[in-house]
């Protein structure tokens, strides 16, 4: 069984950083992608970045593309978010999600497995 476990986020200042981490078990993920989500209150969820486990291909949109960037440790099978540069605007629940095959894909449909996200909360 597949099991994703956020962790990091927290209340930081405008400008500031956080670093997320998503913690994948219950499989082997070289053959998967890996995404990042985000969901503020009222908001759809929105698709903010990939990368594939195996070669390490990373996709971003273009809301967040230069200032977040996602990266993963096989090792310790974590992904990671790091989100420079943050905005108020930026204030949601942040979610990771996998699923098989290497992909570019953006929408919550085309994953199959997902954390129960943290919060993010960027002060003005």
């Known amino acids: 069984q597949v099991q994703l476990v956020e962790s990091g986020g927290g209340l930081v200042q405008a400008g500031g950083s956080l670093r997320l981490s998503c913690i994948a078990s219950?499989?082997?993920?070289?053959?998967?992608?890996m995404g990042w989500f985000r969901q503020a209150p009222g908001k759809e969820r929105e698709f903010l970045g990939l990368?594939?486990?195996?070669?390490?291909?990373?996709y971003y949109a273009d809301s967040v593309k230069g200032r977040f960037s996602a990266s993963r440790d096989s090792v310790k099978n974590t992904m990671y978010l790091q989100m420079n540069s943050l905005k108020p605007e930026d204030t949601a629940v942040y979610y990771c999600?996998?699923?098989?095959?290497?992909?570019?894909?953006?929408?919550?449909?085309?994953?199959?497995?997902w954390g129960q996200g943290t919060q993010v909360t960027v002060s003005s």
């Open positions: 999600a996998a699923r098989s095959g290497l992909v570019i894909v953006t929408t919550t449909y085309e994953y199959d497995y």
């Open positions: 219950g499989r082997t993920f070289s053959d998967y992608t």
């Open positions: 990368i594939w486990w195996s070669g390490g291909r990373r």
